[in-house]
């Protein structure tokens, strides 16, 4: 039978099995280290985040955001995004996990809805910075609009997508006003 919430669902440790039914939430899921495990999860409103696992595929129609900025969540099957659906990714560093969010999709990946990015903790990338930001076995589709990639002073970030993975790449220079002489 579906399993339906509203409501908050933590996952601190350990796994939240729910076998093979169908879980609908419109809440807010938070993953803090713990999985959970299902046949399908359909996210509708809300946000699911945090780092762990789900064991399963996933729908997303609300607001995936992974890490404690910054962290990963791991997707066992496939990862599809709706047009209702946004992925928040944060960029705070360059190290994986660490520095900034990662989803890591074992199975395809289908995209529409919105891209965010947004950076943290004072973090600043400079041209050639590169952050390997989404992982998938294969991908079909984009995101419908992307939001934060424009940097200022002459940076931004320039998704590419490779066979297995989604990259945001940093372009462009910081563009340092001329000095003035006063004579």
Known sequence: ????????????????YFGNSFIQNAGETRLAG???????FSFLGGTLSGNGMISGSVVNGALLS????????????????TPAGTLQMELGGLAPDTG?????????????????????NGFRPVGGDTF???????????FTSTNGLA???GLNLKPNFTATTLTLTAIGSIVTPPTLAYS
């Open 100 to 120: 900034f969010d990662r989803l890591l999709v074992n199975g395809q990946v289908s995209l529409a809805g919105t891209l965010n990015v947004t950076l943290v």
């Open 151 to 153: 940097l200022g002073n």
């Open 132 to 142: 390997a930001v989404l992982r998938y076995a294969s991908h079909t589709g984009n």
């Open 34 to 40: 713990g999985s959970l495990s299902g046949s399908l």
């Open 66 to 81: 992974p890490g404690n900025s910054p962290g990963t969540i791991t997707i066992t099957e496939n990862y599809t995004q």
């Open 1 to 16: 039978c579906p399993f339906t919430s509203t409501g908050t669902v933590a996952v601190q440790t350990g796994t939240l």
